[in-house]
């Protein structure tokens, strides 16, 4: 279905098959006289070449927030909003371009001290807190650097990410294409120190730092709303400091810090 040189063309067989595969499944109860009952889904019989699956890349937070920056700097604060929302916070493209962050979802009334957001592909609500008091009564902020990203983030309309007349990005690739354009000027100014940059890498980022950080498995799922375990393993990539702990903690090295993340966890005095 593809030549060799076709970069993608056996990702996109693999998903022609797939669909067409579900579409009879789906179809075939509401329209049964299109369909022999004698005839299995002939999706299934379909031989699919094996091949070596690329793993994605992957940005750290000190890229993430570098974009952020020179996105609000070059008056783009709604793609400097998408980037932390998929780090941070684990969202897809399709879901932040899509309306799945609402402005009243960020300290609403009813909970002052989260942010609600949506999962659109698994239909998961996300709750995700932005402090803590801490037992000596500081008010421990989680996500500041987020927070200040956001603060400086125009409200074009309801949803976090959107347009400058309001209307949504929606789930298409509208939204990463923006967001490569703009890190493609910022690295050519000196502003972006990572070679390649993109929403989907922003999010594998996010996940990476889940394990690094040492969170056990179904701490991470709670955070990335994976529904299955196998679903959430695949996103965290290898990198040398998940290597280091995992070989000091098998000799018993491995000590937790105090604050993990250094850009966030800052305390403040209790408000009253």
Request: a positive charge; one cysteine or more; aromatic letters at 8%.
């Amino acid at each position: 279905m593809a030549t060799d040189g076709a970069r993608g063309g056996n990702r996109m067989a693999e998903k022609v098959v797939t669909y067409c595969k579900a579409m009879w499944k789906r179809m075939k109860p509401h329209h049964p006289e299109l369909f022999r009952t004698d005839t299995p889904n002939p999706w299934h019989g379909v031989t699919v070449k094996r091949r070596k699956k690329l793993t994605k890349g992957h940005v750290d937070r000190e890229a993430v927030y570098q974009f952020a920056d020179g996105a609000i700097e070059k008056g783009r604060g709604e793609l400097a909003a998408a980037a932390v929302l998929a780090f941070e916070w684990l969202m897809r493209p399709s879901s932040s371009g899509a309306g799945y962050a609402p402005w009243t979802g960020c300290r609403a009334s009813d909970e002052p001290d989260r942010i609600r957001l949506k999962h659109r592909k698994t239909d998961e609500l996300a709750l995700h807190p932005l402090e803590f008091v801490d037992e000596d009564g500081s008010l421990v902020k989680l996500y500041e650097d987020a927070e200040a990203v956001l603060s400086k983030t125009p409200r074009y309309g309801t949803s976090i990410v959107c347009k400058k007349n309001g209307v949504l990005f929606g789930d298409g690739t509208f939204l990463a294409h923006e967001v490569r354009e703009m890190a493609d000027l910022l690295r050519s100014e000196g502003k972006l120190d990572a070679p390649s940059f993109s929403l989907d890498k922003c999010r594998h980022g996010g996940m990476t730092e889940l394990e690094e950080s040492g969170l056990t498995e179904g701490q991470g799922r709670v955070l990335s709303k994976h529904k299955t375990a196998a679903a959430y393993r695949g996103y965290a990539k290898e990198t040398e400091k998940r290597v280091l702990e995992a070989t000091k903690k098998r000799f018993g090295h491995s000590e937790q810090p105090e604050f993990p993340n250094k850009h966030n966890g800052q305390k403040t005095k209790k408000e009253a």
